[in-house]
């Protein structure tokens, strides 16, 4: 038993493994438990903790503990493996060991643990518990409540595809992800931004006379389109491992973006909601204008607006937002309160009163009929065919925004949320990768664009509610779809006589979320005193409002990609001073000009970073300033500072140099070659180590030898000085030979 284990015992396991996977090896209960499903079931058994003694270090195990029944329970690991040979290493006998003493065994060992980490739910399925599933059944119910009826409002008001696309969304994607995905606790679902991009393709299309402005079948391929190739770019990005892209966009830029988005929302909504839609309909260059024309309109119109509407539409906003309040305030207190569903109970009375009063009659709108365009429940389209080539076209660049957004905000998401390893009380060794969200999230829009649903991705408003409500297990995702599932064929009946001014309402509620954010990051960056980062926020949210979404996003995107070009095409080098008092410590003269001194004869230049084509180009330049004026920030204009005395020994601190490429290699070269024909010398100091790339990049090059050789590569900036002086010293000693006699 683990409470008879002495302190400092462990089985037979690679403790090079542990370390690479956090794992204290000090604690046998974390050697217990902590450590992922797989690898635990297969290099710890109950027999080796009592047989051990002493730890132990073994570079391969010997044997491979457990099978499917003990990995998976009795009933799954029948019903998915069989006989269990899935568990028997290739040629292995019955202790799990090779047959033919090629360690083949290992190898299958290896390809099980590929195959769950690539695979998360085989992971977290072993740890499930029924404690689990009373709060994800809870956390499921509580996510329907709210987000069915948002979904039809997504799908219908800006996305402008048939109502139960939207639920779709909530069909696919979630099951999807509980499967594939790293964060046990997100759930994926359509978003109002995503859904918003979306329905300026559907609305493009209509203008260019490609569909009908009632073909809802058509409307329907194009969303499948949409989010088949959103879906699409995503996923070659996690295959290609490019994780990192959600870096790209620079915080204003997404403020900025995500704030117009909720303003034109707005803006959109208030049509339907004063119960304008059939005058805008009538009005040219209205229904699908940009969104100054709406407010133009709105304003010019609004002593038209249907009171009826306004009245449930208005009173249905304002119920929320109440709701929404006292949920903030009281939830610190009552934690309970979060499971009230108060979205749901406006939805379900607003649709009783509706059918009771007969409101309809009265010039309410209503949904009416929540169907398929092809009458199948679940009708399958793949989106990729030749007659659909024309929308791919127009919806490529908004498409590669979807995922870039959504991508974005999963990734904020699942970061805030975390994977398993720090939840004493949920699931083990669920570790989030940036990559696997990639292919997670990317393999479930293919698959919704092939059911032409809506565009989804991870909200991180909808992962706290799974949190807060009890989801612990990516169960709460599956619950959620099987929720649906049942909906979309038992329950659609009930929606007839939902008000469309109620789903517009509840549409207002999320745009007000996207803007509520706006002003703390705007008194922030005027705090800070960052008008840059302001000027691109206003730029990109008038242009947006005032012309369309597309140029409010080429702008984002074109300024954001300059601002990273512009930062990684800078070189960073910066001269050194020696500090007085303290041999051995040189610091920035840049930065503390009075703090240090300079060399007489040297110029000591660090390059605190790698060199590759991109950073090199502007190298010589900046250098050239150094020699003349001691800094990198001087205007050419100037007159000279720095006498050439100053610059007669150059020394190179390349700590910071740990990657170098041809081009690279390239401009160094033609540097030093330039240094060397003017008489200069030339030192490097903290050299990458013997047999490195960068080591032999400067071997193969000649830079080597053009500096004097192996000598001239030293361990640090004083034996560099010191090397400088010697040769200075003998230079001049061998022009003045009878200095040297005298």
């Known amino acids: 038993m683990i409470s008879t284990l002495p302190p400092f015992r462990h089985p037979p396991v690679d403790f090079r493994l542990l370390f690479i996977l956090h794992i204290p090896i000090d604690d046998p209960f974390h050697l217990k438990t902590a450590l992922p499903g797989l690898l635990r079931t297969h290099l710890l058994s109950d027999r080796d903790i009592g047989a051990t003694t002493a730890p132990t270090i073994a570079p391969r195990p010997t044997s491979i503990v ?19 040979r899935f568990f028997s290493a290739d040629g292995g006998n019955e202790n799990g060991g090779p047959e033919d003493g090629k360690g083949r065994g290992w190898s299958g060992t290896w390809n099980r643990w590929y195959l769950v980490y690539y695979f998360p739910f085989l992971q977290w399925i072993t740890q499930y518990r029924w404690s689990f599933f009373k709060g994800d059944l809870a956390a499921a119910l509580t996510m329907a409540s709210f987000y069915i009826p ?72 194009i969303a499948g389109v949409v989010t088949g190739m959103a879906g699409a ?37 208030l049509i339907p909601e004063m119960g304008l839609n059939h005058l805008a309909k009538h009005v040219g260059g209205v229904t699908h204008g940009t ?3 709406k407010i133009i309109f709105l304003v010019e119109n609004a002593g038209k607006a249907h009171q009826l509407t306004c009245a449930v539409a208005f009173g249905s906003f304002a119920v929320i937002m109440v709701c929404r309040e006292l949920k903030k305030r009281l939830q610190s207190r009552i934690p309970a309160v979060a499971y009230i569903p108060d979205r749901f109970i406006v939805v379900v009375l607003s649709a009783i009163l509706t059918g009771y009063h007969r409101w309809d009659q009265q010039g309410l709108e209503i949904l009416g009929d929540v169907k398929s365009t092809t009458g199948s429940p679940f009708p399958f389209r793949f989106p990729f065919i030749p007659t659909h080539m024309k ?24 970061k805030s949320l975390g994977g398993g390893e720090a939840k004493k009380d949920g699931l083990q060794g669920m570790s989030l990768s940036a990559n696997r969200e990639l292919v997670a999230l990317g393999v479930a829009n293919v698959v919704g664009g092939c059911f032409m649903a809506l565009p989804a991705f991870g909200g991180y408003g909808r992962s706290k509610v799974n949190a807060s409500t009890g989801g612990r297990t990516p169960m709460s995702s599956i619950l959620l779809s099987i929720i649906t599932i049942i909906c979309i064929l038992f329950l659609l009946p009930y929606f ?30 005027l705090h800070i005193r960052a008008y840059p980062e302001l000027f691109l926020m206003s730029l990109i949210f008038l242009a947006t409002i005032f012309y369309s979404l597309p140029l409010g996003i080429a702008l984002g995107i074109g300024l954001s990609l300059l601002s990273v070009i512009k930062h990684a095409t800078k070189p960073r080098i910066q001269i050194l001073g020696k500090v007085p008092g303290s041999p051995h410590q040189f610091e920035n003269a840049e930065t503390s000009p009075n703090q240090v001194e ?11 970073e790698p060199l590759t084509f991109a950073n090199t180009g502007d190298l010589k330049g900046r250098l050239r300033r150094l020699e003349l004026y001691g800094t990198t920030s001087a205007h050419p204009a100037l007159p000279r500072v720095r006498s050439p005395e100053h610059n007669s020994n150059i020394i190179f601190d390349i700590h910071g140099v740990t990657g170098l490429d041809g081009s690279g290699t390239q401009v160094l070269k033609e540097i ?36 004097g050789g192996p000598r001239h590569f030293v361990k640090s900036v004083d034996e560099a000085l010191r090397m400088a002086e010697m040769e200075s010293l003998t230079d001049f000693f061998e022009r003045n030979p009878a200095e040297g006699g005298g």
Do not use: W
Not at 71 to 79: E, S
Not at 244 to 269: C, H, K, M, N, T
Not at 406 to 411: A, H, I, K, Q, T
């Open 291 to 293: 969104c100054l024309d």
């Open 672 to 707: 030093v070659d330039g240094y060397i024909d003017r008489g200069v010398r030339v030192f490097f100091c903290r050299c990458p180590k013997e047999g490195s790339r960068v080591r032999r990049l400067f071997e193969q090059s000649g830079i080597v030898e053009r500096c």
């Open 496 to 525: 007839y006589y939902l008000p469309k001014a109620v789903l517009s309402s509840m549409i207002s509620v999320v745009a007000y979320s996207l803007i509520e954010e706006a002003p703390h990051d705007i008194y922030f960056f």
């Open 66 to 84: 457990g099978g499917p029944n003990e990995f998976l329970g009795d009933a799954i690991g029948d019903t998915l493996f069989g006989d269990g």
């Open 150 to 221: 948002m979904s039809l409002s997504l799908a219908s008001n800006l996305g402008h595809i048939p109502p139960i696309n939207g639920l779709y969304s909530f069909v696919f994607n979630p099951l999807l992800y509980a499967l594939l995905g790293s964060c046990p606790q997100m759930v994926v679902g359509p978003e109002a931004a995503g859904s918003l991009l979306l329905g300026t393709v559907v609305k493009s299309s209509i203008t260019s006379g490609q569909s009908g402005d009632e073909d809802d079948a058509m409307h329907a391929r």
């Open 391 to 414: 929308h791919v076209r127009e919806a490529m660049s908004t498409s590669f925004l979807i995922a870039l957004l959504g991508f974005f905000e999963s990734s904020v998401a699942a």
């Open 598 to 608: 300079f060399v007489d004869g040297c110029l000591i230049v660090k390059i605190p």
């Open 233 to 269: 770019v995503i996923l070659i990005a996690g295959l290609t491992r490019l994780g990192f892209l959600d870096s790209v966009l620079s915080r204003p830029f997404l403020r900025g973006f995500i704030s117009a988005i909720g303003f034109v929302i707005l803006v959109d909504q």
